[in-house]
């Protein structure tokens, strides 16, 4: 299939392009660099430089392409930043997307696969949580994430545009060629492995007095590689009805056994050093994925959180 990539030069992005291309799919990436490195991008896969806002240019690009799918993961993506500047999630992650469905519209391209996030849900009432749960979220991100869904909704319903949304819960990990890079990074893994590469000093542990059994916040993390899988079945699946999909493992590590199992891994010891919660922080995610796996056949491949850390371990010392 000829498949077209917004955000394909990011963190997840690259991932799922590398299977797209192992499964011998036809890629262009569309990604403004913004988060993106040039270099994620995987021969043969075209790179197109270009912005979401860019309505003319993402026009050239999927008409060029004679895009058959899209996959779209370009966003902003960082809780905290959210909170403080919601216009630029609400401008990026909305009026730039609608940008994106209307050129879709016109170009009749009837597939797309979303990015979303287990942020919708805020703060759950009970665990596991389901695509039934309730929709909530506490910020900015999860919001525009969550807008977007229901623009997709009645795109399907006017203009039988078929969606999947996936929604993330804690991606993490690395493949042998990509692996997560931000600048600055935000998420635990990879600035529990700068700590143990003596690049920073010490972990903050945002928060240990939440009512969990240590006190510190749980999440359900994810490989990427896995996550990516269900990006390729997605689009085979999306004919006949749309679908939203959760995507974890179902069971969920505290931030301090995720720097106790880093500690193992890395055979490095790992100073922390208590802060304050952060803003926004639900102290409990962990998906249920019943759906995925009845409806897709999904199976996670990674689900061990060793083998996670090793992999994104592993990837980090290739870079250095
Ligand atoms: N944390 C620390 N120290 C750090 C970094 C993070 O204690 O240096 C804590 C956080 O407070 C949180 C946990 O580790 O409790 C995980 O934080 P991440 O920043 O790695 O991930 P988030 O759970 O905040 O967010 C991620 C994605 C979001 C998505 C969310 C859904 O970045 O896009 O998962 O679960 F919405």
Redesign the pocket.
């Known amino acids: 299939m000829r498949i077209f990539v917004t955000g394909g030069a990011g963190y997840i992005g690259s991932v799922v392009v590398e299977r797209l291309l192992d499964k011998g799919h036809e890629v262009v990436v569309y990604d403004n660099l913004s988060k993106g490195h040039r270099e994620s991008v995987d021969a043969p896969a075209t790179l197109i430089v270009g912005d979401l806002a860019d309505r003319e240019s993402l026009q050239r690009a999927i008409d060029a392409q004679r895009t058959e799918a899209v996959i779209h993961l370009a966003a902003s993506?960082?809780?905290g930043e959210s909170i403080t500047s919601p216009h630029a999630y609400f401008q990026n992650n909305i009026v730039n997307g609608l940008n994106l469905l209307e050129v879709m519209r016109e170009a009749g391209v009837k597939r797309l696969v979303f990015s979303s996030?287990?942020?919708v849900y805020g703060v759950p009432a009970s665990i596991p949580i389901t695509e039934e749960s309730t929709l909530a979220p506490t910020n900015p991100?999860?919001e525009s994430k969550l807008a977007f869904e229901r623009l997709l909704r009645w795109y399907d319903e006017a203009y039988q545009l078929r969606y999947v949304s996936l929604r993330?819960?804690?991606?993490a990990g690395a493949t042998a060629r990509h692996g997560e890079a931000h600048d600055p990074e935000?998420?635990?893994?990879p600035?529990?492995l700068k700590v143990a590469r003596g690049e920073a000093k010490e972990?903050?542990?945002?928060?240990e007095d939440y009512d969990t059994p240590d006190g510190?916040?749980i999440?359900?993390y994810i490989h990427v590689g896995d996550l990516a899988d269900a990006h390729l079945l997605a689009l085979g699946a999306m004919e006949k009805s749309s679908q939203i999909y959760n995507l974890g493992y179902g069971s969920g590590y505290s931030?301090a056994e995720?720097v106790e199992m880093s500690r193992q891994v890395t055979g490095r010891w790992i100073p922390t050093e208590s802060?304050p919660?952060?803003a926004g922080?639900p102290p409990v995610?962990i998906a249920s994925s019943d759906r995925i796996m009845r409806d897709l056949g999904w199976r996670p491949r990674m689900s061990e959180l060793d083998q996670i850390i090793e992999s994104a371990w592993k990837w980090t010392n290739k870079q250095a």
């Open positions: 993506s960082i809780v996030t287990a942020a991100y999860g993330y819960f804690n991606a935000t998420h635990l893994i600035n529990v972990v903050m542990i945002f928060g510190t916040c999440r359900d931030v995720v802060a919660r952060r922080d995610l």
